[in-house]
Structure formats: C-alpha cells, structure tokens
C-alpha cells in the first residue's frame, strides 16, 4: 500500500515528465521548423542543447535504428538530424560506408521537405569488426530502400577526388550551393575542402570525422593538424567536439 505523501510523488514525477515531454515536443518542433531555419542561428550551447534531450526527438527511432549500422556517434547523428533541417543549402556527404549518417540526414530531409543529400561513396568491401560490408554501395542502397528513402539520397559512386565525381556534384548544385559537408572519408579533408570549397555557401557547416580518435590515428593526425590551423588562421570556426571525436565547424572562407 502507497503512502499519501509517496503518491503525491509519483504524481509530480509523471506531471513533470509530461512537462519535460511538452517542452521537448515544443522545442523540437521550433527548432527544426522553419522558424528555427531563419531565426536561429547554429551554436555550440545550442547543440549541446539539442543533443540533450535526444530520447523525445520526434526522429529518435529513426536515429537510433540508424545508430545501429553507422560508425558515427548517436550524439553526432542527431546533430546531423538538425543541421540538415535547418541548413541553408544542399548536403554533401563524402564516405557513405552502408549508409548510417545517410540514412539519418535523407531522413531529415524527407521530413522537414528539404532537397535530396548528395552522398559520394567508391564502394567494395570492408572487414570491419563490428560491421563488415561485402558490398557497400549495395548495402548502402538496402539501408536507404529498408527506411523508404532512396530518392532522399543521390548516391555518386566514386571518390571525392574524381574530377568526374566533383563535376556531378556541381551539375546537381546547380545555382545552389552545399550548407552542409560531412567528410568521415580516407582523413585527406585539406584535398576534399581545397576541391569544394568552390561550391560552399558562405556559413556552411562542416561535420568531419576523427578529429579525435583512438580507432584511427592515421586520420586523426591529418584533420586534427588541418582544423587546428583552419581554426588559427580564421577560415573555420569550432562549433564543438562530439561523440567519439568528430569536429563540427562554420566554413568563414579564405582570409
Ligand atoms: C568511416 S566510413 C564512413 C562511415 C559513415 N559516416 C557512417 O555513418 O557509418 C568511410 C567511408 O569512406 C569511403 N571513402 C574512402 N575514401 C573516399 C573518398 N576519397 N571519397 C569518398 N568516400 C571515400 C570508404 O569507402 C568508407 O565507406
């Protein structure tokens, strides 16, 4: 039998969840609309914010069912969630593998109306511990077909460097421009922004992988050196570090 004063708990504890539920929906719903889009402008307090309330984001299960075959953290999925709704501009994904941020990002689109993501994968095969792949590109299509959002994603299959491949991004921009980049390719991010930097809008945001990582350090040296230095000379500016160590920055431009 419950006590009086531990009813009086249980009841304040599901009227603040509901509350906690409320201002999460409200949140959510603001952030990514529209309004969110014009009227706010994408900071690191405002990120980390985001990120907090991930279990009552209207695209958790989409996430986390996401989560599951990405080699990205469920905190940068999220925030990708959100940059893809409320960027400005086309996205671009260099290094796919089977599709997890994809997946996360075609999401977005699809929701909040935006247009397809640009997504450049070479394929082939990889003898991951964890999530080994016989055929990526397949893979990747499979993933996309599972959420019903393959014509949320143009894939390119090629490498970024591919003068052919950097063509067909630019035929699809067309007069737009990307406001979003992830790189979380072969760590060579200096050759990737040097060939699209041409094709960012002012402001874009760059997502690139392993800037801190114990799994890849090869990487890790390359894009650690090019962000700090980007950071010194005024061409980027942190937005934060993320789940296992992905950097999220603003594009400012050469100085
Ligand atoms: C670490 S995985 C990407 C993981 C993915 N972000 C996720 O959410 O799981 C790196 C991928 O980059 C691809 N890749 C390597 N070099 C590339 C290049 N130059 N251009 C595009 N993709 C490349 C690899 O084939 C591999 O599938």
């Not at 990526?136 to 077909?145: E, F, G, H, T, V």
Request: proline share 3%.
């Amino acid at each position: 039998m419950r006590t009086f004063k531990e009813l009086i708990a249980s009841a304040s504890w599901h009227l603040s969840d509901r509350r906690q539920q409320l201002y999460w929906s409200l949140y959510y719903l603001l952030t990514d609309s529209v309004l969110g889009r014009h009227w706010l402008s994408v900071t690191e307090a405002g990120l980390r914010h985001y990120a907090v309330g991930l279990p009552r984001h209207p695209g958790f299960e989409l996430i986390h069912r996401a989560n599951e075959f990405s080699m990205l953290h469920e905190e940068v999925l999220t925030l990708l969630y959100h940059l893809v709704a409320v960027g400005r501009g086309r996205v671009l994904e260099l290094g796919t593998y089977i599709g997890g941020a994809t997946v996360v990002m075609a999401g977005a689109a699809a929701r909040r109306r935006r247009s397809p993501i640009i997504a450049v994968e070479p394929g082939g095969r990889q003898q991951h511990d964890t999530l080994p792949s016989n055929d990526i590109l397949d893979d990747l299509a499979c993933n996309l077909d599972r959420f019903d959002l393959r014509q949320h994603a143009l894939v390119l299959p090629g490498k970024s460097a591919d003068p052919a491949i950097r063509q067909q991004v630019q035929e699809i921009l067309g007069k737009e421009r990307i406001g979003l980049l992830l790189i979380d390719a072969d760590g060579s991010v200096e050759r990737d922004i040097g060939l699209y930097r041409g094709l960012l809008a002012a402001g874009a945001i760059l997502v690139l992988d392993d800037y801190q990582s114990s799994g890849a350090p090869e990487k890790t040296v390359y894009i650690k050196a090019w962000v700090d230095a980007a950071i010194a000379r005024g061409e980027v500016e942190s937005l934060g570090v993320w789940g296992w160590g992905t950097w999220i920055g603003r594009y400012r431009g050469v100085t």
